[in-house]
């Protein structure tokens, strides 16, 4: 008899947490189908207000101190290039000159042992190498003469200088802006887009019930680079083009 009853206390507490369940899962079914979710797009178009662009030249010899006087001799012509190209001393900056000791491989092969070859690595001097920046910020005009002279280096091998040019770097200095108004854009986008998708469909949009945003790309324009899931963030190109998703999901009503 006890056995029974225990039995049946069993069986009547499994139905109720049962039907507890699919109870929930019936309420939840019932609650994404009363929501809608949409996508909304935010996009501009603008061009770099900020640029970088940099290059180095290298002197070589055997003595530490003669690969120093020569880079400062070799500084000094470099400078007087760019300063007779209409820029200005604080328009560019001169990085710390760097030393590297050089190496050459030597084989050296036993004429009485085949197949037996010794390798050794010979001292070579001394490399210096010293790189020269310009930059400009909100500064079109020194912006344009940067990107004129930077395909002029080759004139300097005249002077027996080869300088190696790195590749010009634009950015924009009111990113924070420019996400705010994408994010706006996008956000009104979405919800317009919500509107007329129910006002098809004869229904109306209730609560916003959550909302997430995409990740920030910057291309250039015209570009067709697929957006990268950490985000793009083109530095080649003077003109790009920003965009950014946002998603909402919201009830019907």
């Known amino acids: 008899m006890e056995s029974r009853l225990k039995s049946t ?3 009547g507490i499994s139905i109720i947490i ?5 109870g929930s899962a019936f309420k939840n079914r019932n609650e994404n189908l009363d929501t809608i979710s949409v996508i909304g797009l935010g996009t501009k178009d603008f061009v770099s207000d900020e640029i970088l662009w940099s290059g180095s030249f290298t002197t070589k010899s055997f003595d530490i101190k ?10 000094k012509i470099v400078s ?11 328009e560019f900056t001169f990085g710390a000159v760097q030393f590297n000791k050089r190496f050459r491989e030597v084989r050296t092969e036993n004429s009485e042992v085949a197949y037996q070859t010794k390798y050794e690595q010979v001292f070579d001097g001394y490399e210096a190498t010293q790189t020269i920046t310009f930059s400009a910020k909100k500064n079109p005009e020194l912006m344009k003469r940067i990107e004129e002279v930077s395909s002029k280096t080759s004139e300097l091998i ?3 200088i080869e300088l190696s040019s790195n590749s010009i770097q634009y950015t924009y200095s009111d990113l924070p802006s420019l996400k705010h108004s994408l994010i706006q854009n996008a956000s009104k986008d979405a919800s317009e887009r919500a509107q007329k998708i129910v006002k098809t ?3 109306s949009l ?19 680079e697929e957006d990268s899931y950490g985000g793009n963030n083109d530095t080649y190109s003077k003109n790009k083009t920003a965009r950014i998703t946002v998603r909402l999901e919201y009830e019907l009503e």
Do not use: R
Not at 18 to 22: E, G, K, N, R, S
Not at 80 to 90: I, P, R, S, V, W
Not at 206 to 224: E, N, P, W
């Open 9 to 11: 206390l069993i069986i």
């Open 206 to 224: 209730g609560k916003l019930k959550s909302a997430s945003m995409g990740v920030f790309q910057i291309t250039g324009q015209g570009s067709t």
């Open 80 to 90: 007087d290039f760019f300063l007779n190209k209409g820029f200005k001393k604080e």
């Open 201 to 203: 469909a004869d229904g």
């Open 18 to 22: 049962t039907a507890f369940i699919l």
């Open 158 to 160: 005249n002077s027996g």
């Open 66 to 75: 003669e690969a120093y006087n020569k880079m400062i001799s070799d500084q």
